[in-house]
């Protein structure tokens, strides 16, 4: 069956960088299209990044510019490098398979994802 286990988070100062890691199995993942989104306590769901089949990235605003996506095939890894953090990253962090139109808006609404790895900035 399909697993998602992510990996990477911590507790962290402001402007400072992460990387997560998300192993998957269970499926064909070259060519998935596959991203991550996140939740704060008390809030909504957000999107943050997205790979499709032909390895077009899409981020979400509050992202652009300062997390970059990727993904081994080799490794059935994706990653989320995430640069100059901001407390209002704070956040748990899902690595999902994502179902219908592949795009950050999607992830965590169609598809699969993993149990997560929370990520704490402090300022």
């Known amino acids: 069956q399909v697993q998602l286990v992510e990996s990477g988070g911590a507790s962290v100062q402001a402007g400072e960088s992460l990387r997560l890691s998300c192993l998957a199995s269970g499926f064909t993942f070259r060519g998935a299209c596959m991203g991550w989104f996140r939740r704060a306590p008390g809030q909504e769901r957000e999107g943050v990044a997205s790979i499709d089949f032909h390895g077009s990235i899409i981020y979400s605003e509050s992202v652009k510019g300062r997390f970059t996506l990727s993904k081994d095939d080799a490794k059935n890894t994706l990653y989320l490098q995430m640069d100059n953090l901001k407390p209002e990253d704070t956040a748990m962090y899902y690595c999902?398979?994502?179902?219908?139109?592949?795009?950050?808006?999607?992830?965590?609404?169609?598809?699969?994802w993993g149990q997560g790895t929370q990520v704490t900035v402090s300022s």
């Open positions: 999902a398979t994502i179902g219908g139109q592949c795009s950050p808006a999607s992830a965590g609404i169609f598809g699969r």
